[in-house]
């Protein structure tokens, strides 16, 4: 049987793109991965019985790459996390918070600096070089002066790609230059597909010229710890990960334990330490996180 990738879910259809055209599916049968019931979501590879040229049924999920609850989505290769220099002001812990939803989703970063026109370019490179530092792409971009459009377009060529950050920061602004031609909202990307504004509250993939997908969500709808630990968020600080088996003692959270290579290279100046402090923070917000939501 053909195979095909879910690129709209809505109603109970699912709308299953084998490359040549889209057929709306309804799944058949329950679906199990490791013992345990899941459902078909956007960005899935499956198995599809077509009953016509339009129509056809679901018949497997394939194996995820990386899945994000909110949104519900699969097998998305990269978060495009935009963030303005100014109006609204950077901020980095905002974009740590995020961070840590996309390394615990295993999920790769890109981050786009919008707005960068109306900074100082000292104050756009130490973020640049912060970030870089940590392993990750950073692009500074302007739309009105054309500033790295190109670079965040060639990122997104044959990737399934998901944009997010706070509100305000341009991201509009950014669509419409990365898609000329097009009117958006802001976080909606389907004013491509003449749907309106009110009508996006579904996820679906966006095919690009030249390869690739756009993930058209309502965007990140919770930033709370939701189902992660201690470890996991230790884990999801990628500078921290890298050290972590350095560590005297397997499991390490960096807090106050002794021989702990992360302590040890914050003393060093090795790590940023406002990085660090924002773990400490989210730290409190997954406990009070958990004191909410005990399961008595």
């Not at 500074?140 to 997010?164: C, H, M, N, Y």
């Not at 406002?274 to 773990?279: A, I, K, L, V």
Request: net charge negative; aromatic share 10%; proline share 4%.
């Amino acid at each position: 049987m053909p195979e095909g990738r879910i690129v709209k879910a809505l109603s109970g259809f699912y709308y299953v793109d084998d490359g040549n055209r889209v057929y709306q599916c309804r799944a058949r049968g329950l679906f199990k991965k490791k013992g345990a019931k899941v459902n078909p979501l956007v960005g899935d590879w499956v198995v599809y019985d077509p009953t016509s040229e339009t129509e056809g049924y679901v018949m497997e999920v394939g194996e995820r790459t990386s899945e994000l609850v909110r949104p519900p989505i699969s097998n998305v290769d990269q978060a495009v996390l935009v963030f303005s220099m100014v109006e609204p002001a950077f901020t980095s812990f905002l974009l740590d918070k995020f961070l840590v939803h996309t390394e615990n989703a295993g999920i790769d970063s890109v981050i786009v600096l919008s707005k960068a026109d109306k900074a100082s370019e000292s104050d756009v490179e130490a973020i640049v070089r912060k970030y870089e530092a940590i392993g990750y792409r950073v692009i500074p971009t302007s739309t009105k002066q054309e500033r790295g459009i190109d670079s965040v377009r060639e990122v997104l060529r044959d990737r399934i790609s998901v944009f997010a950050g706070q509100s305000g920061v341009g991201k509009s602004s950014l669509i419409n230059a990365l898609f000329p031609g097009t009117s958006l909202q802001t976080g909606d990307i389907s004013q491509k597909l003449g749907r309106g504004r009110h009508t996006t509250r579904h996820v679906e993939l966006i095919p690009l010229e030249g390869g690739g997908y756009v993930a058209d969500t309502p965007g990140f709808s919770s930033l709370e710890f939701i189902g992660i630990d201690e470890l996991d968020l230790a884990e999801a600080f990628r500078d921290f990960a890298a050290l972590s088996s350095e560590c005297k003692f397997r499991g390490c959270l960096h807090v106050s334990e002794p021989s702990c290579a992360v302590q040890s290279a914050l003393e060093e100046g090795k790590i940023d330490l406002e990085r660090y402090e924002h773990y400490k923070q989210f730290r409190e917000e997954l406990k009070e996180y958990q004191r909410r939501n005990k399961p008595w």
